[in-house]
């Protein structure tokens, strides 16, 4: 990636921390003797000048940054911003949003040097990608996580626009697929997150992946993203559809991944970001061509071992014996504790005297229900003889009371 690209990534990032220094910011650049000025120039047009064209002054401190001041290029394209700071700890930027594409020139410091010319170049707008290839794509496939299911994938891929005129995409997509960049996406990818070259545009999914307004300047443009593959099984068919034309195509596959293709070309194991990869690769490969990779090997979950039809019902017939120990303790106590528990003298025999006369009563009210035909016969019998042998019971712990 270019220096060029690497400043502009610095100073986009830096913009989203600029809210929560809005107030104390301005006050450190203002009064100085410090001047950026320079020309816009249109590299379509052979360097002309740009005028009547609003210019930005952007400065950066440690992680913060904001958009400092404005200025109107006059006749010739030229713009000024005087009375800056010579912090050394300041940085400045010139940057333009011309044609739906963002522009941003190099950092400088007016420590050493108070004023300093700072130039921007921009480009006509074209939306026609026959000019557009891509030198280098690569992915890279981490380690899986066994946890999760999925495996993650780093993608960096490095485009040529071969205009002299910046494509410029959009995200209209009322006449079927938006004449935008159109980056592919495995089946089921998920947690998308972008990198290089997405900073301060928009991206939609399509079918095949997503789609974004990031513009592509004439010269080299890289972009990276990352996302998590899911996957269900130990083996997976990783599709790739290659959108534009590729000169190269690289695979690095991590060792703990058994991977093979029929349209790659293993290169053995190489050692990239201290780590051993299997690489595979491909050249001149053309538009709206796809490949895959297999991989096998991919960690699962662990899963309980499965019980057999004898260890079931050993767990079942267990159970149920401690069930019924549990109720046997549960009788035993409660009638320890009742037995442990004495009677008052004379309230126990007068509780039997109310137990008899309640089932005396019993029995003189099941009589005259009969009678009265409200129960039948057998209903009748029934209830009678229960009350019968719970009297005679009775009568019996009277008789043994009194011995």
């Known amino acids: 990636m270019s ?29 100085g003797n ?8 249109d590299g379509t047009a052979h360097n002309a000048p740009l005028p009547g064209q609003v210019v930005t002054l952007q400065m950066a401190q440690g992680s913060s940054a904001q958009d400092l001041a404005t200025a109107t290029t006059d006749s010739h394209g030229s713009f000024s911003f005087p009375g800056l700071s010579t912090d050394k700890t300041i940085s400045y930027a010139i940057f333009i949003r011309y044609q739906g594409a963002q522009y941003v020139s190099d950092l400088v410091s007016l420590d050493s040097k108070p004023e300093q010319q700072v130039n921007l170049t921009v480009y006509q707008a074209t939306t026609s990608t026959a ?50 960049l159109t980056f592919s996406l495995p089946r089921g990818a998920r947690n998308i997150t972008f990198n290089n070259g997405f900073d301060g545009y928009k991206a939609i999914q399509v079918n095949s992946g997503f789609a974004t307004d990031a513009a592509l300047p004439p010269g080299n443009t890289e972009f990276s993203f990352t996302f998590e593959v899911p996957y269900t099984a130990s ?77 079931i019902w050993l767990i079942v017939a267990l159970l149920l014996m401690l069930s019924m120990l549990a109720v046997t303790w549960f009788i035993y106590r409660n009638r320890r504790r009742n037995s442990s528990q004495p009677a008052a003298p004379g309230k126990g025999k007068a509780a039997a005297k109310d137990r ?7 029995l003189l009210d099941l009589d005259t229900a009969f009678e009265a035909g409200k129960l039948s016969k057998a209903t009748y019998q029934e209830r009678r003889a229960k009350a019968k042998a719970r009297l005679r019971t009775l009568m019996s712990e009277q008789e043994i009371a009194r011995r």
């Open 3 to 31: 220096h060029k690209y690497i400043l502009q990534i610095t100073i986009l990032t830096a913009l989203v921390f600029s809210l929560c220094s809005l107030a104390s910011m301005p006050a450190r650049a203002a009064g």
């Open 131 to 180: 000019n557009i290839a891509i030198i280098q794509a690569t992915a890279l496939l981490h380690t899986p996580d066994a946890q999760k299911s999925s495996f993650t994938v780093s993608e960096l891929l490095l485009f040529k626009n071969l205009d002299n005129h910046t494509f410029v995409g959009s995200l209209d997509a009322s006449k079927g697929r938006p004449n935008a």
């Open 235 to 311: 083996t997976y068919d990783f599709s790739y559809a290659v959108m534009y034309p590729t000169v190269s195509l690289s695979f690095l596959v991590s060792p703990e991944i058994h991977a093979s293709s029929s349209s790659l070309t293993s290169q053995g194991v190489i050692t990239a970001d201290q780590h051993p990869y299997h690489l595979f690769k491909a050249d001149a490969i053309r538009s709206n061509q796809e490949v895959h990779l297999s991989l096998e090997g991919l960690t699962l979950p662990a899963k309980p071992a499965a019980l057999n039809a004898g260890a």
């Open 34 to 41: 410090g001047r950026i000025y320079g020309q816009l120039l």
């Open 356 to 362: 008899k006369q309640a089932l005396l009563q019993e």
